[in-house]
C-alpha cells in the first residue's frame, strides 16, 4: 500500500495553516556514580525518583576513578557529564583545579547540612565515620568509649591497631590529647599543630600491634582476636561485630562525606544543580539508609520518621553519634597532606 511521505504530510499541513502538536522532548542529563551495590542503592533512592519528579531522563555512568574521569572531560572540553559522584577528599582536589561549578545557593539548599559539612563546591548526601572498636571478651562493660582512654594503656591494657595512614589518625590523636571537636583543624593549623599530633601517636606506637592497611584487614584482625582496640570504619566495624565478638562507638568519630558537584563546562548546570536538590531532600537521604549504613547528611532526614529505630545507632550523623565527632575536613588535607603524611611515616619508622 502506498504511503505518502512524512515530509509531504507536514509540508501540506504547514502551507494549510492547520497546527500540529509541539513535541516536548525530556531533558537528559549524565550522571557518573559509584557502580555495583552503591550506585544501585543511590539510583533506587535519590536520582530515579528525583528524575521521574523533575521529568529528566538519565544516562548513568560508572567509574573506578570519577576525579581521573573529570580531569580528562574538562582539561580536553568535552564535559559529558552534569553531575558527578566524588569522596570529599577527591572533590577538594577537584575544587582545587578548577574542575568544579560552584554550587548555586539559590536551587541547593546548604541549610539542611550541618555547618561544619558545608561545601561551595560539592554537595555531601551521605557520611561515613572512622571509629574506635573493641573486643568484648577483652573488655567486657568496661571498653574505652574516649579516645583518652583508647591512649591510657594502664587503665585499659590491651593490643591496639590504627591504620597506617595519617588522614583520621591525627585528628584522634589530638581528641585524645584533650582538643575539643570543633577546634581540632585550628590546632593542625596552628605553628606546632602537626607536631603535637605526631607526638602523640608516638606516646601510643609501643602498645600499637598492627598499622593496617586495608579496611577487610581491620575487621577481621578484630574478629579474629589479633588485636583488642583498633581504629575502624564504622561499616568494617559492624561487620567485625556480626562476625565475631566485638562492638564499636561513635562517640569521637571523624566523619568523612560522599558528594554531589557539577563539572566545570556542563552544558546544563542549572538542571544539573535542581537533580541534586531533588536527590538530596531529607526524604531520599532517609531512604538510602535502606541499602546502606551510611550517614544522612540533610539534618530533617532524621526527622522524618523513615529510619527505623534499630538503624538509627548505626549512622554517623545520627543525632546520638554525632554531637562528639569531628567532620572531616578535606581542603586542609589538599593543602597539607604531603608533609603530614611524611611525618606520619617518620614517627612509624623510628
Known sequence: MFRKPLTSTLSLALIAGVSLPTLVTAQTLTITAAGGDYGTALKEAMWGPAADELGFEIREESQSDSLAALRMQVMSGTVTTDVIHLGSAEAAQAAALDLLEPLDTSIVDMESLPEGARNDYCFPFDSYGTVMAWNTETFG??????????WDTEAFPGRRALRANAQDSLEIALLSDGVAPDEVYDVLSSEGGLDRAIARLAELKPDVAIWWTSGAQSTQILADGEVDLVVAWNGRAAAAKEQGPADYTFKGSIVGTD??????????VEDAMRLIAGMTTAEREAKLTDYILYGPMNEGAYETGLIPEDRLPLLATAPENAGTSVYSDPSWWVENGEAAQIAFDEMINR
Open 141 to 150: 562493660e568496661n571498653a574505652p568509649k574516649t579516645w583518652a582512654e583508647f
Open 259 to 268: 558528594c554531589l558537584a557539577v563539572p566545570a563546562g556542563s552544558e546544563n
